[in-house]
């Protein structure tokens, strides 16, 4: 069924149509609410409370990318649980992002020292990512990660088109910054030299 169809279907109470739309969307929701939150539970409960909002919001959608709709509400949805967090001061991001998944896939082939090398690097890029504000990490995500364009990222964020490419910009360079800060850390494909 196309998504249209089922905007439309969900948009006339059609649950299961809504529930459609949910399994399509689900992976990108929980991937965008992990790499901003850092942890798993914090992760499932965003991408949760997103599909609710949505279900109470189709109503008010009023065409396009339904995607960028739908990643608005999610990034919406994990800057709430990111402030209570803060104010709650439950722990702080770097101790969350410890918990989360890697960014690089395993690979059941490597040796031992690759994985090592692996599994460090992933550290240090959801250490990196940890230290870019918000705003920054969130576009960092939506592009690099999540793969979308820049209009969907304009959509997703509420944000001018000037305004994601200039939090995309300073994000990656605050990467690139802390990246060779802790160039040591990099395997040795990843340093540069001077």
């Not at 059941?108 to 990512?129: D, F, K, N």
Request: hydrophobic share 40%.
């Amino acid at each position: 069924m196309e998504e249209q169809e089922l905007i439309s279907r969900s948009q006339a109470g059609d649950i299961e149509s809504f529930n459609l739309l949910v399994e399509r969307y689900q992976r990108l929701v929980y991937n965008l609410s992990l790499r901003m939150l850092g942890n798993a539970g914090t992760a499932d409960d965003a991408a949760q409370d997103t599909f609710i909002s949505a279900y109470k919001a189709i109503g008010k959608f009023r065409g396009g990318s339904f995607k960028a709709w739908l990643l608005r509400i999610a990034a919406n949805s994990c800057h709430d649980k990111l402030r209570v967090a803060r104010r709650a001061s439950i722990t702080s991001l770097d101790g969350l992002l410890e918990e989360a998944g890697d960014f690089i896939r395993d690979d059941a082939t490597e040796s031992p020292e690759a994985y090592a090398q692996r599994r460090e690097l992933s550290r240090l890029l959801r250490s990196g990512m940890a230290h870019l504000p918000e705003d920054q990490r969130l576009v960092v995500i939506l592009s690099d990660i999540q793969g979308l364009s820049y209009e969907e990222i304009s959509q997703a964020t509420g944000s001018s088109l000037g305004t994601v490419k200039s939090r995309l910009n300073r994000g990656r360079a605050r990467m690139r910054d802390f990246l060779l800060r802790h160039r040591e850390l990099l395997p040795a494909e990843f340093r540069q030299h001077k």
